[in-house]
């Protein structure tokens, strides 16, 4: 059975035909039967537009049913035990796709669980979304050898996504994070270990010099909002700008998986300029899903 933790699940063979699949079933407007007579349930105990409408209308394109559960309105909510959840759920749905806080659920849901799990987002990592953006570049610039991403924010779920995928997909990784919000170093070691090309630094201008992507994310992430203020003292001189832009290549793109606040890491000016992706990559969620559904669930 397969599960989708993160995008260390894949092996590099898994990442690049996932991402050719993708790329296949968007230009074919896929319809699929993988899922056919299938029920996933998707478990959200956090807020979501695009991961779940993505999933829920995927699951439909591939043949299957989805419904949704929230905390508010299961025993989730009322501290049933994970792993009863766990068990209850498998005898009824043939998958889970889960976003949460803590990396530990998805695992107790795979220990305790007897269908494949696949993380829709937690606290540590966002594997869906980043696959959707190698997508996203790969349309740009498939020779991603030659390609350099800069990360500029906060060394969060995305950012250990991003630094996962450099573990799978042969482009550079450079991170700009300011001390206090670097990435997990665990992770970064374990990437740089399996020949991930990565960079950090503390200096946003050394991060997008040169760069052919810019991508950033929100400065406090869903379960942060309590750190706002100090966050946004953190991350001051952070702001992706034109100015910003203009030290990168001369068509580089800007990538932010949304949703975005406008003025704060990333100018207006930015968000809707001709350099942005940022609907492309909200589209690509739909066809990277699929891929990876049809991997997860095809015999
Ligand atoms: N990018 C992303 O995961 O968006 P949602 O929170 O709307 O799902
Ligand atoms: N880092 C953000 C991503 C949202 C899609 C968060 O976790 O809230």
Request: include cysteine; glycine fraction near 6%; aromatic fraction near 8%.
């Amino acid at each position: 059975m397969k599960h989708v933790l993160s995008i260390l699940d894949f092996s590099k063979e898994d990442a690049a035909r996932i991402l050719l699949r993708a790329d296949r079933m968007k230009a074919e407007r896929h319809r699929g039967s993988v899922l056919n007579g299938k029920n996933v349930v998707l478990i959200f105990e956090k807020a979501s537009t695009r991961t779940r409408v993505s999933f829920e209308v995927g699951i439909r394109q591939l043949g299957g049913q989805s419904l949704l559960m929230t905390p508010a309105e299961s025993q989730l909510g009322r501290s049933e035990p994970l792993k009863d959840t766990a068990r209850v759920l498998s005898r009824y749905a043939d998958g889970l796709v889960v976003r949460t806080f803590g990396q530990d659920v998805l695992e107790t849901l795979v220990e305790y669980g007897t269908i494949p799990v696949i993380n829709a987002l937690t606290d540590k990592y966002h594997p869906c979304q980043v696959m959707s953006d190698m997508l996203t570049m790969y349309e740009r610039t498939p020779k991603l050898e030659d390609v350099r991403v800069a990360w500029i924010g906060d060394g969060n779920n995305m950012a250990h996504s991003f630094i996962n995928a450099a573990a799978r997909f042969p482009f550079s990784l450079i991170l700009a994070c300011p001390a206090g919000y670097r990435p997990d170093p665990e992770i970064l070691e374990k990437a740089r270990s399996e020949g991930a090309k990565i960079e950090l630094t503390d200096d946003p201008q050394q991060a997008a010099t040169g760069a052919h992507y810019i991508n950033t994310d929100v400065w406090a992430s869903m379960g942060q909002e309590a750190e706002q203020k100090q966050r946004e003292a953190a991350f001051a001189g952070y702001l992706v700008d034109a100015k910003l832009m203009a030290l990168a290549q001369p068509d580089c793109k800007f990538l932010h998986c949304l949703p975005a606040h406008r003025g704060e890491e990333v100018s207006e000016e930015v968000f809707e300029g001709a350099a942005s992706v940022v609907f492309d990559q909200a589209e690509n969620r739909l066809h990277m899903q699929k891929a990876i559904m049809e991997w997860v669930f095809a015999e």
